[in-house]
């Protein structure tokens, strides 16, 4: 892959820095990409750029987030011309600009889930990370430093992601088992639920914890369909493991990808690398050998 992925804005979560590594383990092209938790849809648009798929699906449980998607690969120009206007809006309020996110998110939360607002909150917010609070009501606060993503990159970016998947896409805001129902030998899927320790257990219409036992049962589905999937399912920092492993009855292999230094560590004056565990489907597992080497975590910290 040459050059940085093009993204529509940060996303906490975002697989882009690791999209390379996750590809080396997908087949060279195949029919179909479906992404049950697609979030901003990095591996889609990573995918996108080396043609890999015929055809894209994109789902997500949040839907005014697919609205995002929608609208930057079917209709650019408008997204880029709606975030524009209420990017300008905050500059009319001079260094009070904060205040301006706070209406904003008014807005959206009182019923106008457009894709330009929920963009612009996402370009503001901290660390890109949207969070709902009990209500259901979008409860991240601004960061401060910042004014969010220039409308004149997002306009170069949403239209390289247009040319790629406009016409190739379909869009959903179901459950991630409507997915795995949908999907067919032919198809690959590429499954990054959010991580085991994050419960936003509240609003179900956005976020839920996906249950492990729950996942692991839809996971069997897929291969007693003999469908390919990758998946990315928590990592480890520091020596410290995030989370279960996943069952070794699915058949899959483990393996660590380096996803770099990590920032929360870096921060505190330590310096720790992350790994992300990607698991294989038993039928991907023989594209390991044409795959470079990765090392085990216990290689690389040794
Ligand atoms: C770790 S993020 C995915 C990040 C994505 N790979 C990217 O590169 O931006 C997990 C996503 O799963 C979505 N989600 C949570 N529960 C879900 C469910 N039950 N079905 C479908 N999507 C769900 C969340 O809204 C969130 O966007």
């Known amino acids: 892959m040459n050059g940085k992925t093009p993204h529509i804005v940060q996303y906490q979560g975002s697989k882009r820095k690791l999209a390379p590594q996750i590809l080396e383990y997908m087949p060279k092209t195949f029919h179909r990409l479906i992404e049950p938790f697609s979030g901003m849809a990095a591996i889609t648009i990573a995918a996108a750029m080396e043609h890999r798929a015929n055809c894209y699906v994109i789902n997500d449980l949040n839907r005014p987030l697919v609205g995002i998607l929608k609208e930057a690969i079917e209709k650019p120009v408008q997204l880029v011309t709606e975030y524009r206007k209420v990017w300008n809006e905050q500059f009319s309020y001079g260094e009070k600009h904060v205040e301006h996110f706070y209406v904003v998110r008014d807005r959206?939360?009182?019923g106008q889930e457009t894709p330009a607002n929920l963009l612009y909150l996402i370009a503001r917010c901290v660390k890109g990370a949207v969070r709902y609070g009990g209500n259901g009501k979008f409860n991240q606060s601004p960061d401060k430093r910042r004014h969010g993503t220039n409308p004149d990159t997002l306009e170069q970016n949403v239209s390289t992601i247009s040319s790629l998947l406009k016409g190739k896409t379909r869009y959903f805001a179901l459950d991630y088992h409507d997915m795995i129902e949908m999907a067919c030998p032919g198809?690959?899927?590429?499954?990054?639920?959010?991580?085991?320790?994050?419960?936003?257990?509240?609003?179900?219409?956005?976020?839920s914890g996906v249950p492990f036992d729950e996942f692991s049962e839809a996971i069997k589905t897929l291969n007693e369909k003999q469908v390919d999937y990758l998946i990315s399912y928590d990592g480890v920092c520091g020596g410290k493991e995030y989370g279960e492993d996943l069952p070794e009855s699915l058949g899959c292999k483990k393996i660590m990808l380096n996803a770099g230094l990590s920032s929360q560590a870096t921060l505190l004056g330590k310096k720790s690398t992350t790994f992300e565990a990607l698991y294989i489907?038993?039928?991907?597992?023989p594209l390991l050998y044409s795959a470079p080497k990765q090392l085990s975590f216990w290689e690389a910290m040794a």
């Open 108 to 110: 959206f939360n009182s």
């Open 187 to 207: 198809d690959l899927v590429y499954l990054d639920p959010p991580y085991q320790g994050v419960t936003n257990v509240r609003d179900k219409r956005y976020f």
């Open 281 to 285: 489907s038993e039928s991907l597992i």
